[in-house]
């Protein structure tokens, strides 16, 4: 009602019915029609109140108790249907069910929500074919005993040797007191006849080279370090044995490492 | 014993300036429970219900309450009950308008009625000594009424034109569009005056069914107070009122289903009004229920307010302190209407189109306390303020005879005074909290707002401040 009198401007008084209850005077549709009788215009002559408000919505309401409150059935929950049923009898029961579904959809929500947040985060870090890099097969039938293959794993050499029953006796024969970085060669290999281990010297990061040195498995050239058949330090300027990455063997013949 | 006092022109020698009992009243409070006459009932053959109280005024009023009203209308002849309080003073079958009106007049004496939802009364207010005419009018104008075709077709407009006026009354506005919406689709949500469609199109055949369904003896109270004998009452009525039915067609005895609440609201937004006026309410207590007074002394907590109150910041409700000090609102009242079976409980505010969203919000604040931290001073200072609030409305015959008729109607008997202060006495602050918890602690209210009402809040809202997370 507000904005269509709005719009029509000259129109306007007329056409704002409920003018009428501020200033309280009738305010007739049509000038020149007769004070206080736009309720019974609309009884005893059809045409000048109605044509007045033609394009109004709905005509012009004259009492707020023709207001019809609409039916809300279509809306309302089955125990409320009836309108000579009480309503505090279902209130308990429909107060329940609805904070359990608000309940429950709250904690779905909160786990959705958690969930969307890690994927888009969790998108940062490092994608598949970075991690694909990070992880290296190898064959392991291709090295032949005694042998020892280096491979290019994470920007650092690895070199993986298959080692002989006497350099595994020999290792494991080794005194803990001995060694600088004590550790027994059960705790540096998962199975002992391959020995996998980053081929950076603890010293200060040269290659060692592979079947060299006084203890039968690395010397680094750069300062003298020895390493044994382990990997482990004996002689030398180096701290700490060879690192050993993590590895598996998901079958006999192949390792995957890191 | 009561102390004489008597006041002399000579100040100096004046006993009530010495007397000990200087400064209190002659009556205590106790004694002016106890002092009111009993009101005595008792019934006619025919079902009809007598009851009085002789306080020994000169003057008296009589009337007749009738247990009938909007409610028991249908939508078809809703405002039928209305029509039928404006025909019945155009004369009756003994009696044309002119003949009745100088009757009434030359006894000096005033002839009235209201219809409401649930009850119609037609009662008279005259000297004690004319007793015997008024109940004589009163049994012509509800028994024989002329219902006379002209006269229904100039009330027709007389009709109209009050329900053109009532848009005025915005607070009558807010109410009856409150109980439109809360009783939505049931008999309560009919206004009493009725849509103007009815009031064009009512016929006298609607009128004579609506008394033949309704005017029935058993359904009917004549109550009076004043200087009138219950004897001399009675025998009035048995000489009046025999003859009215306490039969029913077909058997067909209307009763009363209940009636739905909806929580819901209605807005009639309209920004030209300076006001806006608001109501809130939830489903309250029936008149019978025993959790009335509870509710009585927790809407005294809560008190009522003007802008034309001088207290300020020293109010004692503190909803009225805070609307004083932050010019929440022009004025607040908490109300509670109550029905037989249902009732609405509810806060109707009038305040300006910036202060809507505030005012509502410590509105319902107010609720939140009752229901959880209202104190032993509160209710202490509301159990005074009821008290003196119902014993101080019944300071006249016709509030007394008023009182009579709707108590009879609504409980069967009177209820004393004494009975009321006893009641009152009997409320701790714990049952206002528990009682308030019941009926308003996260319940869904029915809301009605008149006028510039953009601020209100939405209903998911105020629906949501019915409750506190911190409990």
Redesign the interface.
């Known amino acids: 009602m507000l904005s269509l009198a709005a719009r029509s401007g000259a129109l306007s008084p007329y056409l704002q019915a409920t003018n009428v209850a501020v200033n309280g005077s009738v305010k007739a549709l049509l000038p020149g029609a007769v004070k206080g009788d736009s309720l019974l215009k609309s009884s005893s002559k059809k045409a000048p109140a109605i044509s007045a408000c033609v394009s109004a919505p709905g005509g012009i309401r004259m009492a707020h108790t023709d207001i019809k409150v609409p039916d809300f059935s279509d809306y309302r929950r089955p125990e409320l249907l009836d309108p000579k049923k009480s309503s505090q009898e279902s209130s308990e029961s429909r107060k329940t069910f609805s904070y359990l579904v608000t309940g429950a959809t709250a904690v779905v929500g909160v786990y959705t929500a958690k969930t969307v947040a890690t994927q888009f985060i969790s998108s940062m870090s490092a994608s598949a074919d970075v991690l694909a890099m990070s992880k290296i097969e190898v064959k392991l039938g291709e090295i032949p005993e005694g042998k020892n293959m280096t491979f290019k794993w994470r920007g650092k050499p690895l070199f993986i040797r298959h080692r002989t029953e006497k350099e595994i006796a020999t290792e494991e024969a080794v005194d803990m007191a001995m060694l600088r970085d004590p550790q027994h060669d059960k705790d540096r290999v998962a199975n002992p006849k391959w020995i996998i281990v980053i081929g950076v010297c603890t010293h200060l990061g040269c290659v060692p080279i592979a079947n060299a040195g006084d203890y039968g498995g690395y010397y680094c050239p750069c300062h003298g370090s020895h390493y044994d058949a382990s990997g482990r330090i004996r002689k030398g300027p180096a701290p700490l044995n060879l690192e050993v990455p993590y590895y598996e063997f998901p079958d006999d013949d192949t390792v995957v490492v890191g | 014993a009561r102390d004489q006092t008597w006041v002399c022109s000579d100040a100096s020698s004046s006993p009530i300036l010495l007397s000990l009992r200087r400064g209190q009243a002659t009556v205590t409070y106790a004694q002016s429970l106890l002092g009111a006459p009993e009101t005595r009932l008792t019934a006619l053959d025919n079902g009809l219900r007598i009851a009085s109280e002789e306080t020994g005024h000169s003057t008296c009023t009589v009337g007749l309450w009738i247990g009938c009203g909007s409610r028991y209308e249908t939508e078809k002849n809703n ?1 039928a009950g209305f029509f039928l309080e404006h025909m019945a003073f155009k004369g009756t079958k003994k009696h044309t308008q002119m003949a009745l009106e100088q009757q009434v007049e030359s006894m000096g004496a005033h002839l009235s009625a209201y219809t409401s939802r649930e009850h119609t009364a037609y009662y008279m207010k005259t000297l004690a000594k004319d007793l015997p005419k008024a109940v004589e009018l009163l049994s012509e104008v509800v028994q024989s009424n002329a219902l006379s075709e002209a006269d229904i077709e100039q009330q027709r ?1 007389v009709v ?2 009050e ?2 006026e ?3 009354s ?1 607070q009558d ?1 807010c109410l ?2 409150l109980h ?2 809360a009783f ?3 008999p309560l ?1 009919h ?1 009493v ?5 009815n009031a ?1 199109t009512l016929s006298r055949q609607d009128l004579v069914d609506f008394i033949k369904s309704h005017y029935k003896a058993p359904r009917m109270v004549l109550a009076a107070a004043g200087g009138v004998t219950h004897e001399e009452l009675v025998g009035l009525a048995k000489q009046h009122f025999s003859g009215v039915s306490f039969e029913y067609e077909d058997d067909a005895v209307p009763v009363l ?6 929580g ?1 609201e ?1 807005r ?7 006001l806006a006026h608001i109501a809130i309410a939830v ?1 309250g207590a029936s008149a019978a229920s025993p959790d009335i007074v509870p509710l009585m002394v927790a809407n005294s907590i809560i008190g009522s307010y003007d802008i034309t109150f001088g207290g300020g910041k020293h109010l004692s409700s503190r909803l009225a302190r805070l609307a004083s000090e932050e010019s929440l609102c022009h004025s607040f009242q908490a109300f509670h209407s109550s029905y037989s ?2 009732g609405l409980l509810g806060i109707y505010f009038v305040t300006d189109k910036h202060h809507i969203d505030d005012m509502m919000h410590w509105s319902q604040n107010a609720w939140m306390n009752l229901c959880t931290t209202v104190t032993e001073s509160d209710v202490a200072r509301a159990k005074n303020a009821l008290k003196a609030s119902l014993v101080g409305q019944l300071d006249g015959t016709t509030p007394k005879c008023d009182d009579i008729g709707r108590h009879v109607l609504n409980y069967g008997r009177r209820i004393p005074l004494a009975e009321w202060d006893a009641r009152i006495d009997a409320v701790t602050p714990r049952m206002v909290r528990d009682v308030c918890s019941k009926y308003i602690y ?2 869904c209210p029915a809301v009605s707002a008149v006028g510039p009402v953009e601020q209100l809040p939405d209903y998911n809202r105020m629906r949501s401040a019915m409750y506190w997370l911190r409990f």
């Open positions: 405002g407009s109209l034109r329900l053109e009532v848009e005025g915005l506005v009856d569009l439109a919406t939505q689709g049931t949500g206004s005056l009725g849509p103007s469609q064009r289903s209940p009636c739905r609440f909806s819901s209605i009639m937004r309209d920004d030209d009004m300076p489903e079976d249902t996260d319940k």
